[in-house]
């Protein structure tokens, strides 16, 4: 791009337009303006180093139609605030020297050039027009103009170069396209000929199936004529048929009445057969309770089967109830186990509440429990103990236990886990006893004291499937 002309005005500051307040240049002439509007490049590019810049500004120096915009970043600013920004460039002379201010950090050589009335010849003509709408030398307006003018012609340029190859592509198709309509044309005539020779063929097909018809259909009727003949000799065989069935049916009822007095006779005679019979047999029986007389046997009282060592059902304890087939958690053991005649259920309570739900209060646990062990008891009639741990109770607790179920804390002193084995030892040698915890100490003890120690889980699955 050329230098400024020789007759240009002398540079003032960038920003200031030639005159401070936006009106006459300092010789008297009319500020420049654009005769037409800013090219949309150029206008892209001043608001995008505009957005950039706003950020960096004390939002009281910014005008107020962008002080909203503050805060965005400057890609949302360059969306959002477009219309605004360009309206503060060319309205607010103040802000566009802010802005220029930013633009000669950023491009001091190129804002030097301008500002001494020359254009870099290796500069891009976007950058050039951007600076200038931003500094507003001497001839800015011509070189904005200058910009959009080589843009336009850019753009024009690159559309006809679009257009032609656009052409050279359709021309290219067209050609494609007629050499295959004509490679379409020579394969239709080729088919239309195969189809009328096939037309043809199927034509000598129809007429002699035409005369395979003719001749099916005589040798249908030919075959009627046969079919009757044949159902007139089936008639008459049906009839000989039944005949000879109902003279086999009387032979039939003739036999079933011998057999029947034949089977009267051998009753009669096995009659006497086995009056005989019995009298040997009860012969027999005496004889056997004299030699018993005789001998003077006493009655027995025990039989073999009574020496093999095995459970009894009456002695059976927990310890004999699911040694196999059952998960040590599967709840139908505790059913098993509760089963048992006279079995005592002896619960640790806070070890199953803190295994199944521990997040609730200690009332919550306690109600949550005793609410399920009753419904236990009821269903099963098995007495039902449950221990919780009392020496940490700053307050005696005031309940009232279900029905079915006996609550019983331990004392100042002592915990629970040793309550739960008192508890144990007060039972008659012999009572089933089930101990519910999965304190591996209490199982120990307990086991120790003939009672059956089952996981807290399986208690806690027993009671959710109810």
């Known amino acids: 791009m050329d230098a400024q002309p020789p007759d240009a005005v002398e540079a003032v500051p960038a920003g200031t337009d030639g005159a401070p307040d936006g009106g006459d240049s300092a010789e008297g002439r009319p500020a420049e303006q654009l005769d037409r509007p800013l090219p949309e490049g150029v206008r892209r590019r001043v608001v995008g180093i505009a957005a950039d810049a706003l950020g960096g500004l004390p939002v009281g120096e910014l005008p107020l139609s962008l002080r909203q915009y503050a805060k965005f970043t400057p890609a949302r600013r360059a969306k959002y605030a477009a219309t605004a920004l360009a309206a ?50 001497p001839g800015w307006s011509r070189l904005v103009a200058q910009a959009g003018e080589q843009a336009e012609r850019a753009g024009a340029e690159g559309a006809a170069a679009e257009a032609t190859a656009l052409a050279e592509k359709l021309q290219a198709e067209l ?6 309509a004509r490679a379409d044309l020579d394969r239709h005539r080729a088919e239309s000929e195969s189809v009328r020779k096939e ?7 129809v007429r002699s199936l035409e005369s395979d018809t ?16 044949a159902r007139a000799a089936a008639a008459a065989e049906r009839s ?58 006493p ?8 020496l093999v ?94 029905r079915g179920v006996r609550v019983r804390f331990s004392r100042t002193g002592e915990t629970a886990d040793e309550l739960i084995r008192r508890l144990v030892r007060a039972e008659p040698q012999g009572r089933p006893v089930v101990v519910v915890s999965t304190d591996r100490e209490v199982a120990d003890g307990v086991r120790n004291a003939g009672a059956r120690p089952v996981a807290s889980v399986l208690l806690l699955n027993r009671l959710a499937r109810a």
């Open 214 to 229: 003719r001749r099916a259909q005589a040798e249908a009727r030919k075959l009627s004529g046969e079919l009757e003949a």
């Open 175 to 180: 050609a494609e396209l007629r050499a295959a």
């Open 309 to 402: 060592d095995a459970v009894q059902p009456a002695s059976a304890s927990p310890h004999d109830v699911a040694r196999r087939a059952l998960a040590e958690d599967d709840p139908a053991l505790l059913d098993q186990l509760l089963a048992i005649p006279q079995v005592h259920l002896v619960v640790d309570g806070y070890n199953v509440t803190k295994t199944g739900y521990p997040a609730l209060p200690l009332e919550q646990q306690r109600i949550r429990l005793l609410g399920g062990l009753a419904m236990l008891a009821q269903r099963t009639q098995a007495e039902v103990t449950c221990v919780f741990d009392g020496q940490d109770l700053d307050v005696p607790v005031i309940m009232a236990p279900p």
């Open 299 to 306: 009655v027995t009282q025990i039989h073999p089967a009574d």
């Open 88 to 137: 503060a460039l060319e309205s607010e002379p103040a802000f566009r020297v802010r802005i220029a201010d930013r633009l000669r950090l950023g491009q001091p050589d190129l804002v030097k050039a301008l500002e001494s009335g020359s254009v870099p010849g290796a500069a891009d003509p976007m950058d050039v027009a951007t600076a200038a709408y931003l500094l507003r030398p």
């Open 240 to 297: 000989a048929a039944d005949s000879e069935a109902r003279r086999l049916r009387h032979r039939i009822s003739e036999l079933e009445t011998a057999v029947e007095q034949g089977r009267r006779s051998a009753r009669e005679g096995r009659s006497v057969e086995d009056m005989r019979l019995r009298l040997l047999l009860d012969t027999v029986l005496q004889s056997a309770q004299g030699l018993q007389r005789e001998l003077a046997l």
């Open 199 to 205: 037309a043809e063929s199927l034509r000598k097909k």
